[in-house]
């Protein structure tokens, strides 16, 4: 397998989980800061020019982060990152989706209308930039809805730490980087972000 690795939050998801793991794969990094993912020779691995993309050792490519991640679950079972139950892989996916939909998808669309505006919209459509305030604040409330949920558990799903976590933990570090920092009163969310921030999967 050979991975193709990039900055940014979705490859650092795959990243990290390949890190916990344990696994050993090949990496290529791509320049996407120079725009190497959307010249041909990258777009001739991967059509849709994105990353984190997984090429698999029958030459078929992966190129979308939890399918990548579930691959790899689905390739080394040990140590369970989404469940070893389908009661466990059901709640892992089911917060997966919640951090996608609530954090993750306002947070980029909201950065790629501002600040990532000069970046993404020579190449693709994004949003206005009154709109872009408004996806920022989406992203903060799905992020204290999260810290009320959390409740008193140790990581995102209960006693285990999951893809849920590290998915998280990946865009709450680039919110950090771009100006959607964690709110100074999520006090459960600032709590587990150091547990994360403590694994040694989270020092790459």
């Known amino acids: 397998m050979i991975l193709y690795d990039s900055v940014g939050p979705n ?13 050993e794969i090949e990496r290529r990094s791509v320049d996407i800061m120079a725009g190497e993912n959307r010249q041909d020779a990258y777009r001739r691995v991967n059509p849709g020019g994105t990353t984190p993309a997984l ?3 029958d030459g078929a490519m992966l190129s979308e982060t939890v399918a990548i991640c579930e691959y790899l679950e689905e390739k080394q079972p040990q140590p369970a990152l989404i469940g070893t139950t389908p009661e466990e892989r059901a709640h892992t996916r089911m ?13 980029t669309t909201g950065f790629r209308g501002a600040e ?12 206005s930039s009154a709109a ?3 996806l920022k604040e989406i992203a903060a409330d799905g992020l204290a809805w999260i810290d ?6 140790e990581w995102i799903v209960g006693d285990r730490f999951t893809l849920a976590d590290i998915l998280l933990f990946s865009f709450v570090e680039f919110g950090a980087l771009v100006g959607q920092p964690l709110r100074e009163d999520l006090h459960r969310l600032a709590a587990w972000r150091a547990r994360v ?5 989270a020092q790459g």
């Open 95 to 107: 917060w997966v989706r919640r951090i996608d939909l609530r954090v993750a998808e306002p947070m």
């Open 55 to 57: 090429e698999l050792d």
């Open 132 to 134: 872009a305030p408004d």
């Open 148 to 153: 009320g949920e959390l409740g008193e558990r």
């Open 197 to 201: 921030a403590a694994r040694p999967s």
């Open 11 to 23: 490859p650092r998801v795959v990243s990290m989980f390949i890190a916990e793991k344990g696994m």
């Open 116 to 127: 990532g505006r000069p970046m993404f919209e020579p190449r693709v459509r994004v949003v």
